[in-house]
């Protein structure tokens, strides 16, 4: 497949280990923020949201955290797979009509 | 449970063509948003339709591109003369409402190369 970003900031953790893939975001009247897989070769594929009335969301071995202070999300996986590997974009509304995407973070889980 | 479909996967074409990258949303989705990704921007938006009216194209580069939904279950992205820069994976995503209140679902890209 395709590399999606050769310039990507990586982060490297250990298989087992617990991961946290950080975001900022831009725009403080955002209300609704995704967290997206990309695998290569595929499309982002939706893993966790979260609203802007709350500051923490769980899923399956995910957790998405919002600080609205300082505009920031982040995502937790816990004991990284290697089938967790791949590239991690969050995305935050645009005024209720489109997602603005940011740049990516790329996870390698190490055997 | 289909997705959304994209066609073709590749494109390899020359300077000058015309090309044409297709999609298929989800059944019953009724916004759909076209992106492309390279690695210097990342994931831009391009033009996104609600209920078949495009509502915003002002991601599009330039004259060269157009996109087109004639109905529910189709729409086109074309660029005509093609450019080596226009080289990226372009993405399709359908969302099940006209606004940012639901996750968008992503095709897995038609990647164009343009000698």
């Known amino acids: 497949g395709e590399s999606v970003g050769l310039h990507l900031p990586t982060l490297s953790v250990q298989e087992g280990d617990n991961s946290i893939i950080n975001c900022a975001y831009s725009?403080?009247?955002?209300?609704?923020f995704i967290w997206y897989k990309q695998e290569s070769g595929k499309g982002p594929q939706f893993i966790i949201d979260?609203?802007?009335?709350?500051d923490k969301r769980q899923g399956q071995r995910v957790t998405v955290l919002l600080n609205k202070t300082v505009k920031h999300l982040s995502l937790q996986i816990a004991a990284t797979q290697p089938g967790d590997s791949a590239v991690y974009f969050c995305a935050e509304d645009n005024y209720g009509q489109n997602f603005v995407f940011g740049p990516g973070t790329r996870l390698s889980v190490l055997p | 449970d289909a997705g959304v479909i994209q066609s073709p996967r590749h494109e390899v074409t020359e300077m000058g063509q015309e090309v044409t990258l297709r999609c298929k949303p989800i059944s019953g989705h009724n916004s759909l948003f076209w992106y492309r990704q390279t690695m210097m921007r990342g994931l831009e938006l391009l033009i996104y339709?609600?209920?078949?009216?495009?509502?915003?194209d002002s991601g599009m580069p330039e004259d060269r591109f157009s996109a087109k939904m004639p109905n529910a279950s189709f729409s086109t992205l074309k660029i005509q003369p093609s450019e080596p820069r226009d080289s990226a994976v372009y993405f399709c995503?359908?969302?099940?409402?006209?606004?940012?209140?639901?996750?968008?679902?992503f095709g897995n890209g038609t990647r164009l190369t343009v000698t």
């Open positions: 995503a359908s969302s099940p409402t006209g606004d940012t209140n639901s996750p968008l679902h």
């Open positions: 979260i609203r802007s009335n709350m």
């Open positions: 725009n403080s009247a955002s209300d609704y």
């Open positions: 339709f609600n209920n078949n009216v495009p509502i915003d």
